[in-house]
């Protein structure tokens, strides 16, 4: 299994940039790497992202409680994953 991380810096955030980078994977997972599943995990209190990735066809598999330390505390993660039938 391969991992990578994505971010968009503030000031260039709600421009979209978000979803046609995430599209960009996706068609290179889908066409070129033919990847069945695809899993990621996300902070629980990053709604803009949650949002995204279900829209993007990611749904919610499990949650690990206070693992990611952001902001002074412990935050709670959400498991994603999304499944090809090719």
């Known amino acids: 299994m391969r991992n990578i991380s994505i971010a968009i810096h503030e000031?260039?955030?709600?421009q979209g940039i978000g979803s046609k980078l995430l599209d960009c994977l996706l068609e290179l997972a889908d066409?070129?790497?033919?990847?069945?599943?695809?899993e990621l995990d996300v902070t629980a209190r990053n709604e803009r992202?949650?949002?995204?990735?279900?829209r993007k066809g990611f749904k919610k598999e499990g949650?690990?409680?206070?693992?990611?330390?952001?902001?002074?505390?412990l935050q709670d993660v959400i498991?994603?994953?999304?499944v090809q039938n090719f």
């Open 79 to 82: 498991i994603m994953g999304r």
């Open 49 to 54: 992202a949650l949002h995204l990735y279900e």
């Open 31 to 38: 066409r070129h790497l033919r990847l069945i599943r695809i």
């Open 63 to 73: 949650l690990l409680e206070k693992v990611h330390y952001s902001q002074g505390a």
């Open 11 to 14: 000031q260039y955030q709600k």
